[in-house]
């Protein structure tokens, strides 16, 4: 079984940042991609940045220039720096990760998601 569980989250003034971080614990042979979507209340959960295990990047436009996505490959963890952060950064962020078992079968695996509140 694998588990990715999120932390860093919390209330922030606009302007502000915020570190979140996600690890993978359980058995496995690697992780591919990982990534960091968000879902704000009454919308649809959308992405916000992805890394692949070799450290390119893809970030979605709102959050170019403002967040920076990286791993730790050595100990299965991806961060999300946000700088800058908007009030409409506020959502439930949640990590993802794409890993290949043991088997040889890849997998999609999801955290419970951390809360980011931007105030004014």
């Known amino acids: 079984q694998v588990q990715l569980v999120e932390s860093g989250g919390g209330l922030v003034q606009a302007g502000g940042s915020l570190r979140l971080s996600c690890g993978a614990s359980?058995?496995?042979?690697?992780?591919?991609?990982m990534g960091w979507y968000r879902q704000a209340p009454g919308k649809q959960r959308e992405l916000v940045a992805t890394?692949?295990?070799?450290?390119?990047?893809n970030y979605a436009d709102y959050v170019k220039g403002r967040f920076t996505i990286s791993r730790d490959n050595a100990k299965n963890t991806v961060f999300l720096q946000m700088n800058a952060l908007k009030l409409e950064d506020t959502a439930v962020y949640y990590c993802?990760?794409?890993?290949?078992?043991?088997?040889?079968?890849?997998?999609?695996?999801w955290g419970q998601g951390t809360q980011v509140t931007v105030s004014s």
């Open positions: 993802n990760a794409d890993v290949r078992l043991i088997y040889g079968n890849v997998r999609a695996y």
């Open positions: 359980g058995t496995f042979f690697n992780i591919r991609d």
């Open positions: 890394i692949t295990s070799g450290g390119s990047t």
